[in-house]
């Protein structure tokens, strides 16, 4: 029997993760950087982009006060060139931006958006090391968005070391969960993927949704990064990447999103329903309400 | 200034995983493999000793009446030996067996022997597949047990893809987590690690504890095994093994426990306190009570 024409549509989406090197502090810069990386994309064929964390201003800021010097709300320039791309490249993007809050604050968000404008923006919720100077964490749930091309969830970077977190993604039917990502390099044993990578692969496997994580190259003020872009199916195998530490790319694969609904890894094990709530309690037990 | 003595006792325990092959219904068969096992440890050095889930029975059972046959309780022939063994050569023992319980129920259990007898008893609250026909789930959470080692948990082979059930583990102050496992070949992509070898990798990352999983191998009743023994350090690299699907074997290496008590990756990060556990409820909030 042929499949419905909606079958056909989401059979395969073209998924594209973009390594890049922005330049903290450098915001025309990263603008180009991002909408070169975008463009490059969608040549080949992409309808679906995610760039790396804080991708708009750069990670290792020096303090408090160039991080507010370079932060962006939902109308700042870099996020009206982004929509402006999505809507002219008919893509749905993902990426990671220095977001102004309202008193001075600052988050680490990403921006999911598509042909039609910002759809979701989620605050990263687990800071890692010297975020905890600069941003104030996010205190919602992270967010699934029912796209033209699929359900995608976000999370950001140490947010993946915290599998609590990627269930509630499951949970909430995410297909692909996208992870724009900046991993400092701590050094891993010769021969052995970075356990970031690792981590990227268990929680896909436990949940049986795809990931596609876009990390970010180069040194910046001194931090060097692991890279790391990879996209992994539901079984927890890359199948594009993961990119190396040393240069700007990108991995892509066209993935079929409606098999990340089938829970079953056999007639008898579902890895959502096999999990023991009467002994531990399910991640989304008390659900935070998403902030306005 | 020179360590004192408990933590010279305490610097590195030696611990071995045997990967063998049991065959399903041959019980002194399978007595005379896991003391051989066993013996062949101690001559190098062990400490700790792991053999694989059902290591006492075999794992493809025909039908209930076939497992009810090859249950022991815990003052069966093949747990008396083991603790005989486990005190002749002053180790801790963990291993699996087919546990019979009151009314004819069955669980797939591990025990911990250390040299004064059984120290307790894990009953896999995660049945596997054709599992769900022969054995009645466990209801108690996942114990730690403090021995003269160090502090150490069991779970049993599935268990492992419920990462909340691994935090269990770590909540409770487990510095390794011993698995029997039995992993069926489920096939993998030329050139990857089976995923079930990268979920304990994750697992002991995310937690920053040892895991020590030994896994059977050889081809029972059609089911072939892939192995997969291994040790992993707290950043979630193997230090020993993984071993392939072909042979017995043992991996071995000597862990430093008190290394797992530190949960910190960074002057601001700590795997367990960094939880948002005011977004998704903690494991422990609904810590069942241990069955008698």
Same mark, same amino acid.
């Given at each position: ?21 922005? !330049? ?94 910002? %759809?979701?923006?989620? %605050? ?26 699929? %359900? ?14 990627? !269930? ?125």
């Amino acid at each position: 029997m042929a499949p419905s024409a909606p079958d056909i549509l989401l059979a395969a989406v073209r998924v594209v993760c973009c390594q890049i090197a922005p !330049r903290v502090g450098e915001l025309a810069y990263n603008r180009r950087l991002c909408a070169q990386a975008i463009r490059n994309a969608a040549q080949d064929g992409a309808q679906l982009v995610v760039l790396p964390e804080l991708a708009q201003s750069g990670y290792v800021f020096a303090n408090k006060a160039e991080a507010l010097s370079l932060a962006e709300a939902l109308d700042g320039t870099t996020l009206r060139e982004w929509q402006e791309l999505a809507h002219e490249l008919n893509l749905v993007l993902v990426a990671g931006f220095c977001e102004l809050l309202d008193g001075n604050e600052l988050s680490n968000s990403a921006v999911l958006i598509d042909p039609t404008g910002v %759809r979701s923006v989620y %605050r990263k919720a687990h800071l890692w090391d010297q975020e905890k100077r600069f941003f104030t964490p996010g205190h919602a749930s992270p967010p699934v968005i029912q796209t033209h091309l699929g %359900r995608i969830g976000m999370v950001i970077c140490y947010d993946l070391e915290f599998p609590e977190w990627v !269930r509630l993604v499951a949970l909430q039917g995410a297909q692909l969960l996208c992870v724009p990502t900046n991993w400092p390099d701590g050094g891993h044993p010769t021969g052995e993927r970075p356990s970031e990578v690792v981590r990227v692969q268990a929680n896909a496997a436990f949940n049986r949704l795809f990931i596609a994580a876009s990390g970010r190259c180069g040194t910046e003020r001194d931090v060097p990064w692991i890279g790391g872009s990879v996209i992994v199916d539901c079984d927890g195998y890359p199948v594009a990447g993961p990119l190396g530490p040393d240069a700007p790319g990108a991995v892509w694969v066209s993935l079929p999103l409606n098999d990340a609904d089938n829970k079953w890894v056999n007639a008898n094990n579902h890895v959502l329903n096999d999990r023991r709530t009467d002994l531990y309690p399910a991640s989304d037990t008390a659900f935070p309400r998403r902030s306005p």
